[in-house]
C-alpha cells in the first residue's frame, strides 16, 4: 500500500544552519505530497504541498520538490532559526493521507 | 474563516468508560477525518466522514466509532475504553476531494486511567 518513510531524527541544528529532511513515499498512483509542521500542544499546520512531478512548494523559506523519478519530496531550509523548532511530518494523499513517523528539529541559538 | 475546532481539548476516563469526540470543521468543508496521534505509532488514520457517509476506514478495532451529521460536525466514539486508547486525537476538514490539503484541529488529548 501507499506509504511514506522519513527520517526519524532527532535532529539538532545551531541557529542559521542548513536543514535537510528526507522523504521518500512509495505510491500506485499520482499522490499529492505534502508537508506538516507541529508545534509543541498544537494539532499539524500544512507548511507546504506539491500536486505533480516537478512542482515545488514553498513556504516561510522552507521548500520541497516532487520527484517523480526517485519518489521523494526532501525538506530544505537554507537558514534555520530558534523558532522552526518543531516535529515535522511528510504526508502523501491519494485514495486518503498517509503519514511519515515525524522528525523532531530543535534548533538552537 | 475559524479553524477546526475540537471539543473537548482534554479528557480524562477510566478503563471500559465509552468517550465521545467532536469536531466543527471549516465552514464549507464536507469531508471529516479523524486521526490518532501516539509517541510509539506516531499518526494513524481512523476514518473519514463526507457528506455523512463513510468514505474510509483505518485499521482500528470495531470500539472506534464516528458520524458525519448534515452540517458536517463530527463525532467519534471509543467504547469500553482501554489504557492504550491514550493518545491526541486529531480531527482534520477538507472541502472535499482526498487529495486537497487537509486542516487540522489542535486535538483532544485522552487519557485512560
Known amino acids: 500500500g501507499d506509504s511514506v518513510t522519513q527520517m526519524e531524527g532527532p535532529v539538532t541544528l545551531s541557529e542559521e544552519a542548513f536543514l535537510t529532511i528526507n522523504c521518500t513515499y512509495t505510491?500506485?498512483?499520482?499522490?499529492?505530497l505534502f508537508w506538516y509542521v507541529q508545534y509543541p500542544g498544537e494539532g499539524l499546520q500544512l507548511l507546504l504541498k506539491?500536486?505533480?512531478?516537478?512542482d515545488k512548494g514553498s513556504n516561510k523559506g522552507f521548500e520541497a520538490t516532487y520527484r517523480k523519478e526517485t519518489t521523494s519530496f526532501h525538506l530544505e531550509k537554507g537558514s534555520v532559526q530558534v523558532s522552526d523548532s518543531a516535529v515535522y511530518f511528510c504526508a502523501l494523499s491519494y485514495n486518503d493521507m498517509r503519514f511519515g513517523a515525524g522528525t523532531r528539529l530543535t534548533v538552537k541559538p | 474563516k475559524a479553524g477546526v475546532t475540537q471539543t473537548p481539548r482534554y479528557l480524562i476516563k477510566t478503563r471500559g468508560q465509552q468517550v465521545t469526540l467532536s469536531c466543527s470543521p471549516i465552514s464549507g468543508h464536507r469531508s471529516v477525518s479523524w486521526y490518532q496521534q501516539t509517541p510509539g505509532q506516531g499518526l494513524q488514520f481512523l476514518f473519514e466522514y463526507f457528506s455523512e457517509t463513510q468514505r474510509n476506514k483505518g485499521n482500528f478495532p470495531g470500539r472506534f466509532s464516528g458520524r458525519q451529521f448534515s452540517n458536517s460536525r463530527s463525532e467519534m466514539n471509543v467504547s469500553t475504553l482501554e489504557l492504550g486508547d491514550s493518545a491526541l486525537y486529531l480531527c482534520a476538514s477538507s472541502p472535499g476531494r482526498v487529495q486537497e490539503t487537509q486542516y487540522f484541529g489542535p486535538g483532544t488529548r485522552l487519557l485512560v486511567l
Open positions: 505510491a500506485t498512483g499520482y499522490p499529492s
Open positions: 506539491a500536486t505533480k512531478a516537478d
